[in-house]
Nanobody
Framework: QVQLVESGGGLVQAGGSLRLSCAAS????????MGWFRQAPGKEREFVTA????????HYADSVKGRFTISRDNAKNTVYLQMNSLKPEDTAVYYC??????????????????WGQGTQVTVSS
């Protein structure tokens, strides 16, 4: 069992930056590929970015390429999402996600085995 706790959300003006963190419980963090998803009001949850267990393979949604950066620190059981040049359309609840142990990188909700509780990101225009 993996428990995920996000932090770092908040209110920021367009063009600003935020850094989200996701801390995982247990001693198996390095066995799991990790990702971030988001859900805006009235919309379905969508993929944002994901990273492999060793951090070498990284994927981004087209909407965030060049602005967002995912990283992980296996020694700290933590995955990060650095968000720069934020836009109002980035406003959403952001969810940390973990794939199955030694499973595929979670690029779709179907590949997610564990979810965090979510953290609100609001970008004002």
């Amino acid at each position: 069992q993996v428990q995920l706790v996000e932090s770092g959300g908040g209110l920021v003006q367009a063009g600003g930056s935020l850094r989200l963190s996701c801390a995982a419980s247990g001693r198996t963090f390095s066995r799991h590929a990790m990702g971030w998803f988001r859900q805006a009001p009235g919309k379905e949850r969508e993929f944002v970015t994901a990273i492999s267990r060793n951090g070498i393979s990284i994927h981004y949604a087209d909407s965030v390429k060049g602005r967002f950066t995912i990283s992980r620190d296996n020694a700290k059981n933590t995955v990060y999402l650095q968000m720069n040049s934020l836009k109002p359309e980035d406003t959403a609840v952001y969810y940390c996600a973990a794939g199955d142990a030694f499973g595929p990188i979670p690029r779709s909700s179907y590949d997610v085995h564990y979810w965090g509780q979510g953290t609100q990101v609001t970008v004002s225009s």
